[in-house]
Structures are given as structure tokens and as C-alpha cells.
């Protein structure tokens, strides 16, 4: 049995049957939905666009999306990242200036 699905979706006016895995179907819908944006956006800007080059601009569009929120994404992993080492570097620290303070007191003890 085949976990594949074919599902109609409406891309700039023309429907196009597209198959996907079982249960994705609402992610594919929602994929459409974010191209027929992108699609009117530019609509918007030009009306004399020929579909081939409106739909290759709207790709370039959702990639440029794509490429800036990966971007700040690893940003934020580095960020993080970077905020893990300082910490590692704090608690470090700590341990050495708790064993100082322990040879110190030891010190002061048998006086």
C-alpha cells in the first residue's frame, strides 16, 4: 500500500495535481498558498508579466525568503552557541576560585 497522496492545488489561477506523502497535504496546500502570494505581489508591481517569467520571479522571491530567515536562524545558533561557551568559561571560574577559596580557609584553619 502506497503512502503517497495526489492532491489538486491552485497555482496562479490553473489547478495541478501534485503527490505527496500521507499527511502532508495541509503543508502542501499552505506551500501553494505562499507561491500565489508571491505571485501577486509581483502581479501587483507589473501586469504585463509573462506567467513563465511571474513564476520564476515569484521562485526567486520564496528562495530570497528562504535564504534570510536561514540566515538569522544561524545567527541565533551561533548566538547561542557563543553564550554556551561564555558560560562553560563562568562555571570554570567558579570551580577554580572555589578551590582557591577552600585552601584559603584550610590555610586559616590551622592557624
Not at 495526489?6 to 506523502?21: L, R
Not at 509581483?42 to 506567467?51: I, P, T, Y
Not at 511571474?54 to 525568503?65: H, R
Request: with cysteine; proline share 1%; charged share 30%.
Amino acid at each position: 500500500m502506497s503512502n503517497k497522496v495526489t492532491i489538486k492545488i491552485n497555482i496562479n489561477g490553473t489547478a495541478y495535481p501534485v503527490s505527496c506523502e500521507f499527511g502532508e497535504e495541509e503543508r502542501l496546500i499552505k506551500s501553494s498558498e505562499e507561491v500565489n502570494k508571491a505571485i501577486k505581489e509581483l502581479s501587483d508591481l507589473a501586469e504585463s508579466v509573462g506567467e513563465t517569467r511571474l513564476l520564476a520571479m515569484a521562485s526567486l522571491l520564496i528562495a530570497d525568503k528562504l535564504i534570510e530567515k536561514t540566515n538569522v536562524l544561524e545567527k541565533e545558533i551561533s548566538i547561542d552557541n557563543n553564550s554556551s561557551d561564555n558560560s562553560s568559561e563562568i562555571i570554570d571560574w567558579i570551580e577554580k576560585a572555589t578551590v582557591r577559596m577552600n585552601k584559603v580557609a584550610n590555610l586559616l584553619e590551622k592557624n
